[in-house]
C-alpha cells in the first residue's frame, strides 16, 4: 500500500492585478473586509449579498477558478455544526420539531435566521482569506506583516513553521515508507495487535521529533553563523504604489457604504 502527504503550496503564481497588488494592501484590505463582515447584522441578506460581490470581484480580479475558491472555502462548513444548536434555541415562530428521546426540539425562524447568519460570515470570511493566500506569496504575506508592525519573532517563527512543515512531512513520509518495506502482509489481522500497532507508532513519532529537533538545531547554527538576527531581509522593499492606495480606498469605501446602508 502506498502512503503519500497532500501538503500543498496555497499560493498560486499569476499576473493579474490582484497578484500585482502590494501584499501590505491586500493584508490591510481582508482584515478590515473580516472586520465588516462580523460587523454586519443578523439577517441583513442585502448587505451579505454585496460582500459577496466583493468577494465575486476580487476573485475575477485574480483570475482565480470560482470552483477553487468554492471548495477552499469549504473549510467553513465545520461552523455550520456549530451553529445548529441556534435553530432550536432561539425564540420565534415555529418551523418544525424534531423528536427526541425525552423531549422535543422546536426549530424557530429567528434560529434558521441566526445559523445562516453565521453561516454567511464563516464563508465570506474565509473566502476573502483564500484569495489572498491563492495570490500572496507566503514570503511576501510575512514581511507585509513584518511592515504591518507584526513583532519580528512571530513572524520569524510562522516562517520557519511554514517552511519546514514540509520537510518534516517528507521526514514522516520516509519513515512510513521505511515501516511498510519492513512488514509483511498476509491477511487483513497481519502486522501485530493494537497495542503492538501503538508502540510502532510511538516510536515512530519520537524519531521524528528527534531528527526534527537535530535538524533545527543544524538550521540554527548554520543561520547564526551567517548573522541571521531574526529580522527578514531583501535586497529591495516594496513600495505602495498609486494603484495600492486606490484599490485600499475603494474598497473600504465600499466597506464603509455597506455598513453605513445596514444601520440607515
Known sequence: MSITLHLGERYLPGQSLLHRLDARTKVIGTLAFVFAVSLTPVGQWPAFGMLALIVVAATAAGRLSPLLVLRRSALALPFLIVAVPLLFTKAGDELFTVP??????????????????????????????????????????????????????IVATVLFMYRYLFVIGEEALRLLRARDSRSARVGRQSGGSLPWRAKVLGNMVGSLFLRSYERGERVFDAMAARGFNGELRSHSEPVMTHTDWLALVLLMALLVGVQTYVRL
Open 100 to 153: 427526541a428521546l425525552f423531549w422535543r426540539w422546536t426549530a424557530t425562524d429567528n434560529g434558521l435566521v441566526a445559523m445562516g447568519t453565521v453561516l454567511s460570515k464563516s464563508l465570506l470570511s474565509v473566502g476573502a482569506a483564500v484569495i489572498l493566500t491563492a495570490t500572496t506569496s507566503p514570503l511576501a504575506l510575512l514581511r507585509a506583516l513584518r511592515g504591518l508592525g507584526v513583532p519580528r519573532i
